[in-house]
């Protein structure tokens, strides 16, 4: 199945360090030298190099403030969870992002230090979580036979209605290969996994245990199509909300967290660098910070 790669919210990390100014020497040609001070004077210009800095200044302010609520255990926790959901393909994704593990625990950190930093600034009320629990389902366990072919999807369910074994089909129709050969199970997800199709969660969320999809599921990722099977293993009661403020309150912060709703992101960064005591030294980088300090 296709996964999309966790995005650090505030800012984008990437391999690039600015080094504090200095004399020392990064690199010759034949050209003359570039030093420290030569690079960090460029570097700092640069839409990339202004977002490095931004990234630093956060993790700074949110590490002595929360440092002490997040830890190594959290972090490896996270990372484990990826590298289990990845399976098989979790060294190529690291290294299409441009990462390694110890950077990816790294970005892991400051998105649980950012997170911290919501739970701090974001009232959740009990009307929130009625509202939640509206769209909330819990973590279902599902099986999914999966092809990029629709006709050998349609083939695949017609085994399945003649009797044969879900696991049978899954190993002889489908073509995600971290689960044709476990049944076709997929890590247990709920409504707001992002790394399960909405499609898919939409059609898991309509059966119930023992149930298939009698028609293939279609699915885009990236310009490829794709068609699944998916059946219910285990699908927990809903319950009532009371039964589940936890579990709503985490839904409603991790969507908090979510690249894409700015505002809720904007305000928290905003107060935590105003509370930070920040002071940019270097005039040229003066209003780096604007876009989270100015009219908040």
Not at 102 to 110: M, T
Not at 141 to 157: D, L, P, R, S, V
């Amino acid at each position: 199945m296709n996964k999309k790669w966790l995005i650090i919210p505030a800012g984008i990390l990437t391999a690039i360090t600015l080094s504090s100014c200095g004399s020392k020497t990064v690199a010759t040609t034949d050209g003359g030298k570039i030093t420290e001070a030569q690079y960090y004077s460029s570097m700092k210009q640069t839409t990339q190099g202004k977002q490095v800095l931004q990234q630093m200044i956060l993790n700074k302010v949110l590490e002595k403030k929360y440092g002490n609520k997040v830890t190594n255990a959290q972090v490896n926790k996270r990372y484990n969870q990826f590298k289990k959901q990845y399976g098989d393909n979790f060294s190529t994704a690291l290294q299409q992002e441009n990462l390694t593990p110890n950077s990816f625990k790294k970005q892991i950190r400051s998105n649980l230090l950012l997170k911290e930093a919501v739970k701090n600034d974001v009232k959740i009320t009990n009307a929130d979580l009625k509202k939640q629990f509206k769209t909330w389902e819990p973590k279902v366990q599902t099986a999914i036979i999966m092809t990029k072919n629709e006709n050998k999807a349609q083939q695949a369910i017609n085994d399945l209605n003649n009797g044969q074994n879900f696991a049978d089909v899954a190993k002889k129709y489908s073509q995600d290969s971290n689960t044709k050969n476990k049944g076709g199970k997929l890590p247990k997800f709920d409504n707001t996994s992002s790394l399960v199709p909405t499609p898919i969660k939409k059609a898991a969320f309509k059966l119930n245990n023992g149930q298939y999809t009698k028609t293939p599921i279609k699915s885009s990722n990236s310009g490829v199509t794709a068609y699944y099977i998916i059946k219910m293993i285990n699908k927990p009661n809903k319950g009532t909300w009371q039964q589940h403020k936890n579990a709503l309150r985490e839904q409603i912060l991790d969507q908090d967290m979510n690249v894409n709703n700015s505002s809720v992101l904007q305000k928290v960064v905003s107060e935590e660098l105003k509370d930070g005591n920040v002071s940019i030294k270097d005039k040229d980088l003066k209003n780096i910070l604007s876009a989270y300090t100015t009219n908040n």
